[in-house]
């Protein structure tokens, strides 16, 4: 049976692993590398690497602390920000990612998703989106909207309607953002994720909000989300207490839901 | 010297690292001359099987690989795509494959489940392999699939998976190998496997 997966996403500001309230106020965490090496060792299903200011900053993603990074792991490791090009992606992809992360450039420009899915396959391209809740609206039916360039450009764009475009233009996983719920530690959008995962078939992840095992088991308990994103509770500094893999494991493992085997890196 | 071909939509440099942390001598091959100094070849892959086929026709490299790996019997092992497009053909895109092995490779149901799989899941060893020496049987793997082999010959299955339906996940002939799961993504249990074929014979003459 195809387990659930528990990610870390790295949100990367000048090689430092950073983490954000609601994407902004970004503290400063580790150097990539020593989070990454300790995440491998205490057994994490997959890596996320973002450098959050690519985009924003219109610059091109740094590809020597993706590669440096990719050396230290061997789990999936997807990559992302500021990517534009399919020769973006296979810089990318050569530099050691297994796939690769788009989301404000793919709002900008969504043939990327298809060239990308062409030329790599659509396993290889993630579409990540970041969701706010918003009142409903005969152009935003489902009440959330789309936000790009770290969740602050409004874009019009309906959050199901995009995920839903996102999987015809060949993207094969998605990202799903709450940006109401990032860093707050109070538990994921689970209203925003079961309309995603009922709207699509391609595996969708769940991001922003875990602050306690429980709020990991009722991800996958009321949605069909294949992975949750539980950053905040791995390395955070701005909670009480953080949570090992291992813990956060064998909490889902006695709610009876499939994980992959407790297995260190090391 | 072990040498995993180097072509466009490969992750050939993640199979690179992974074997430098088990210390194994490798490089990367796009060339006639390289191949044949191999003792080991590794087909990595992510992508489609027709970007795959053209790409290695493109470096002109499949007679020679051919000729290794079925007349001199160097040990090979495929990785997802280098697993399917071992096969006669594959319904991704239409694509005659190199049909060392008997059979031919399928999409999952979508109907059934959400496609791509990807993840990590349970391999059951269905045969003793040398490839498996210090793998626990049902170990998870790291799998990025929508398609899947299915074998004319069922000798050639060493292990299989569940997502929908069973599939083969790992399978072998003499010195050919292959995993449908990636290997060099799947955590230590990974890299033993990857290290139990770099350090095998398997079939010799």
Known sequence: MLTKRIIACLDVLKGQVTKAIQFQDNINIAPVSDVIKKLYNDGIDEVIFFDISASSERRKIDIDVVKKASELIFVPFTVGGGIKTVEDMYEVLKAGAEKISIDSMAVRNPNLITEGSKAFGSQCIVLSMQAKKVNPSSSIPSGYEIYIDGARVSTGMDAIEWAIKGEKLGAGELVINSIDCDGMLSGYDINLLDKICKAVNIPVIASGGAGKCEHVAEAFIKTDVSAAIVSSMLYSTRLERNFSIEEIKNYLINEGIPVRAHIRGD | ?205
């Not at chain 2, 006669?88 to 959400?114: I, Q």
């Not at chain 2, 002939?173 to 060099?184: D, L, P, S, V």
Request: hydrophobic share 40%; net charge negative; proline share 3%.
């Open chain 2, 1 to 205: 010297m072990v040498g995993v071909i180097n072509y466009k939509a490969g992750n050939a440099q993640s199979v690179i690292s992974a074997l430098k942390a088990i210390n194994v001598s490798c490089k990367l091959v796009d060339t006639i001359d390289e191949l044949k100094t191999l003792s080991h070849i590794i087909l990595p892959g992510v992508g489609s099987a027709q970007a795959t086929m053209d790409s290695l026709k493109e470096l002109g490299l499949i007679e020679t690989l051919t000729s290794l790996v079925l007349k001199d019997h160097v040990p090979f092992l495929g990785i997802c795509i280098g697993l399917q497009i071992l096969f006669d053909f594959s319904d991704e895109g239409g694509v005659k494959c190199l049909g060392w092995l008997p059979g031919r490779v399928v999409r999952f149901n979508d109907k059934d489940v959400r496609v791509p799989q990807i993840g990590w899941n349970a391999v059951k060893q269905t045969k003793s392999h040398p490839l498996f020496e210090g793998v626990n049987n049902n170990t998870e793997f790291y799998f990025v699939n929508s398609y899947y082999v299915v074998l004319e010959n069922q000798d050639n299955l060493l292990g299989e998976t569940e997502y929908g339906k069973i599939f083969p996940s790992i399978i072998g002939h003499e010195n050919i190998m292959a995993t449908q799961f990636h290997a060099e993504k799947s955590g230590s249990f990974g890299l033993k496997l990857l290290s139990n074929f770099c350090k095998g014979e398997f079939y010799v003459n």
